[in-house]
């Protein structure tokens, strides 16, 4: 039981261009959101976060959206750079349950110069 | 500021055999974590210590897997005896705290390789 699925396996765009990485949650006790960069060999790396209570949330060329009424989450990178290719994990965790994150399955970032 | 420390880095064994893995974590990080990832998947938490306690383990395969944070600093995760689905990268993390606003850390993992 999938509760966090981020359905695109893979995204290419062309450098300069916005990159739009979308991820989807089930688990309505999700109030606390994350996404988290991975390069080869390394362990992921925090990015940026939401709480439930907003629906926004940027930092430099990285912006976060909320729907809870969709149950669904975007980052948005803006403008993409080489560098930014990555793999890219959502993750959630629950009211009052600590810091028990559920990572979705990840999408691979190709930024082409 | 160092980071979250893991050892080996790659790991390959025989199913049936047994292996440990080290992590030491950020100094002062009082939550520790780690996380079982299998190609293809995103991270899967296996256990959290708070401190040299265990906050859940709900998720640890416990007739195979063990976990301990004895002085609440550094951990080993072991896997006895190994099968093949345990082929994964195993991440260890680190975090100030245990509620969700506390940043986590990652280690660079182990890949395991079970044959």
């Known amino acids: 039981d999938q509760q966090v699925k981020q359905n695109s396996p893979s995204l290419s765009v062309q450098e300069g261009r916005i990159s739009i990485l979308n991820c989807d949650y089930t688990?309505?006790?999700?109030?606390?959101f994350l996404w988290y960069k991975k390069y080869p060999a390394e362990g992921p790396t925090f990015l940026i976060s939401?709480?439930?209570?907003?629906d926004k949330n940027e930092d430099g060329r990285f912006t976060v959206f909320l729907n809870k009424s969709a149950k669904h989450l975007s980052l948005h990178i803006v403008p993409s750079q080489p560098g930014d290719s990555a793999v890219y994990f959502c993750?959630?965790?629950?009211?009052?349950?600590?810091?028990?994150?559920?990572f979705g399955g990840g999408t691979r970032l190709m930024v082409k110069p | 500021e160092a980071g979250v420390a893991q050892s080996p880095r790659y790991k390959i064994i025989e199913k049936r055999q047994s292996v440990a893995f080290w992590c030491n974590p950020i100094?002062?990080?009082?939550?520790l974590y780690w996380y079982q990832q299998i190609l293809g998947q995103g991270p899967k938490l296996l256990i959290q210590?708070?401190?040299?306690?265990?906050?859940?383990d709900s998720q640890l395969p416990k007739d195979r897997f063990s976990a301990e944070r004895l002085k609440g600093v550094d951990s080993t995760l072991k896997i006895q005896p190994a099968k093949l689905e345990d082929s994964a990268v195993y991440l260890c993390?680190?975090?100030?705290?245990?509620?969700?606003?506390?940043?986590?850390?990652f280690g660079p993992g182990t890949r395991l390789t079970v044959t």
């Open positions: 993390a680190s975090s100030l705290g245990g509620g969700s606003s506390y940043e986590q850390y």
């Open positions: 688990n309505s006790m999700f109030d606390y």
């Open positions: 939401i709480s439930s209570i907003k």
């Open positions: 993750a959630a965790s629950p009211l009052n349950a600590g810091n028990m994150l559920t």
């Open positions: 100094s002062g990080h009082a939550t």
């Open positions: 210590f708070q401190n040299n306690g265990v906050v859940d």
